[in-house]
């Protein structure tokens, strides 16, 4: 399980060492972003092997859980 609560150009910067050290079966969890910031994101985490997310909306927060595909 990796968490990342932090801003959202260090957070697509790390896509691929948080990639690198997630397991098959693992799990990311970025919270704390934008809903506006989200399509950048994803298409960094899809790129270094995430699937499709689970969304959590609070107002204009998003948080996504990605699970590592195998």
């Known amino acids: 399980l990796v968490i990342a609560n932090i801003l959202a150009g260090p957070r697509v910067s790390m896509a691929p060492d948080l ?9 990311a969890l970025l919270s704390a972003l934008l809903i506006s ?11 270094n092997g995430f699937g499709a997310p689970h969304r959590v909306t609070h ?3 998003r948080t996504l859980l990605l ?3 195998a």
């Open 59 to 61: 107002g204009e927060w």
């Open 19 to 27: 990639a690198i050290r997630t397991t098959s079966s693992g799990i």
């Open 37 to 47: 910031q989200e399509s950048d994101i994803l298409t960094a985490y899809r790129a």
């Open 67 to 69: 699970n590592k595909r």
